[in-house]
Every structure is written in C-alpha cells, then in structure tokens.
C-alpha cells in the first residue's frame, strides 16, 4: 500500500503564492507519473499539472506560466508552486502517483487526500 500526505495549501490573496508539496511512502518500487488536480465543489476533477519520471511536463492551459511542478525522486515527492494566483484557482488540490510497488508488476494510481487553496480577491 502506497499513502500520498500533501501539504501547503491554505489562504492567500490574489497576486500571492503558494507551494504544495505531496510526499509519498509505503511499498515502492518506482514512480512513473505524478501530478496534480483540483476540484470545485460540484465540478469535476481537473488536471492542473503533471511530471512524468524523466521529467516531462504538462500543464493546463489555464495555469501555464503561473505554475511549476517539480519532483524529487529521491524522496518520492511532488511540488507545485502556484504564483499569481487568482481567485478562480481556489479548489481542492489533490496529489495523484502511479506508483510500480514492485519490479516487473504493473503500476497502480494512488490518490492524496486534497488540500484546500482559498484565494481571496
């Protein structure tokens, strides 16, 4: 079993900055692609960003420029630092990781428990 603990999230005005961090732990072999989402409630889950093992990025159009996510392999974590935010960018951000707890066997998709991002105009 793989647990996600992200952190970081909280209140910030518009224009401010924020940097989520979402450490992974457990039966681990490798991690392939990590990201993360957010959710509005009574929207769906949207992709913000991911990183794949080598370090290839993707972004929503919606945040690219603002956002920068980041890994270090070696402590099997994730960061996104958030800049300019905007008070459309407020959600719950969840950490995701496909994670291959062992050599050969196939991954699995493991999920944070969500971490609040308020912005205030």
């Known amino acids: 079993q793989v647990q996600l603990v992200e952190s970081g999230g909280g209140l910030v005005q518009a224009g401010g900055s924020l940097r989520l961090s979402c450490a992974a732990s457990g039966r681990i072999f490798s991690m392939e692609q990590m990201g993360w989402f957010r959710q509005d409630p009574g929207k769906q889950r949207e992709l913000v960003a991911t990183?794949?093992?080598?370090?290839?990025?993707n972004y929503a159009d919606s945040v690219k420029g603002r956002f920068t996510i980041s890994r270090d392999n070696a402590k099997n974590t994730v960061y996104l630092q958030m800049n300019s935010l905007k008070p459309e960018d407020t959600a719950v951000y969840y950490c995701?990781?496909?994670?291959?707890?062992?050599?050969?066997?196939?991954?699995?998709?493991?999920w944070g428990q969500g971490t609040q991002v308020t912005v205030s105009s």
């Open positions: 990183i794949t093992g080598g370090g290839r990025t």
């Open positions: 995701n990781a496909n994670v291959r707890p062992t050599f050969g066997v196939r991954t699995y998709d493991y």
